[in-house]
């Protein structure tokens, strides 16, 4: 299955995966899928960041290839 990120699926499972359902959780941890990420959610985020609206622990770039490190439900 192919899913599609938005930006606020992808923050709150990076770094608030308590807010999404565990169901979901498993679909984006499983392997067999194919995640996407919007090239708009990386600009929303890279302008959030650097006006100060949002705080990231890593880098963008960081998060999105360590799949493995990743929350899981």
Do not use: Q, V, Y
């Not at 499972?13 to 679909?27: D, G, H, N, Q, Y």
């Amino acid at each position: 299955m192919n899913i599609l990120f938005d930006t606020h699926t992808f923050l709150w499972w990076t770094a608030l995966p308590e807010k999404l359902p565990s169901t979901l959780c498993i679909l984006l941890k499983d392997t067999e899928h194919t995640l996407f990420f919007s090239t708009s959610s990386s600009w929303e985020i890279a302008i959030k960041t650097s006006i100060g609206k949002l705080s990231l622990s890593e880098s963008l770039e960081t998060i999105m290839t360590d799949r493995e490190r990743l929350p899981s439900a």
